[in-house]
């Protein structure tokens, strides 16, 4: 499968601050990029999603910004609260209806 | 979005056994994925599960071990053949709603082989 690489793998905000997650992909092929978040014990969550026609989408307090030049995309959570902790992952697909193909993973924590 | 549900949501079986783990659908879908998600670790995909045909198997992935039906538009099943320890995963199915773009997970089956 093409890679999608995500960093970092763990991440500790302050209640209230900025959570900046990245990832970066080869295949430019790829035409869709949506972010997961993942509970404990339960299946992952599409958070929010972007195309590449556009260069960021603002939903509520969650932000991609997205770089075709850099193929490069990122997820900015303002306010961070200490129940956005959990596991958020960046993924890929080159068509719709097509498989995804997901990064490492990032491991939230937010401290009250 | 849809509503996915997946039985068993866990279970702990013998080495060697096989287990059949069910997804259902509230809505007909085209796409429906089975994945694999090992302790702390990203989501891999299995296969593709094709109504009326064959599952398409991600390298690494073999039919005898992991063979998968799709009888219809809203059921699938995943059948975790000839068990081993390495095989303790969550397993996950996802679904692709027809004419978009996105996938909407099942809650998962958490299978521990002693």
């Known amino acids: 499968q093409q890679q999608v690489k995500q960093s970092p793998q763990s991440l500790i905000v302050q209640k209230g601050g900025i959570s900046i997650i990245n990832c970066a992909y080869e295949n430019t092929a790829f035409d869709y990029f949506p972010w997961y978040q993942q509970f404990p014990g339960k299946g992952p969550a599409l958070l929010i999603a972007i195309r590449p026609d556009v260069s960021e989408k603002k939903e509520g307090r969650f932000t991609i910004s997205f770089n075709k030049s850099a193929k490069q995309f990122s997820l900015h959570i303002m306010d961070s609260q200490p129940g956005d902790s959990a596991t958020y992952f960046c993924?890929?697909?080159?068509?719709?209806?097509?498989?995804?193909?997901f990064g490492g993973g990032t491991r939230l924590m937010v401290k009250p | 979005s849809a509503v996915i549900s997946q039985k068993p949501s866990r279970d702990i079986c013998q080495r060697g056994t096989s287990l059949t783990i069910q997804c259902q659908v509230d809505s007909q879908v085209t796409m429906m994925f089975w994945y694999r998600q090992q302790p702390g670790q990203s989501l891999t995909l299995i296969a593709t599960?094709?109504?009326?045909?064959?599952?398409?198997?991600e390298s690494g992935f073999v039919i005898d071990k992991f063979p998968i039906s799709r009888p219809n538009l809203t059921f699938s099943t995943l059948t975790v053949s000839n068990m081993s320890p390495e095989d303790s995963s969550i397993y996950l199915c996802?679904?692709?709603?027809?004419?978009?773009?996105?996938?909407?997970f099942g809650p998962g089956t958490r299978l521990t082989v002693t």
């Open positions: 996802s679904v692709g709603l027809t004419g978009t773009y996105e996938q909407y």
């Open positions: 993924a890929a697909s080159n068509n719709a209806g097509n498989m995804l193909t």
């Open positions: 599960a094709n109504q009326g045909s064959e599952a398409t198997y």
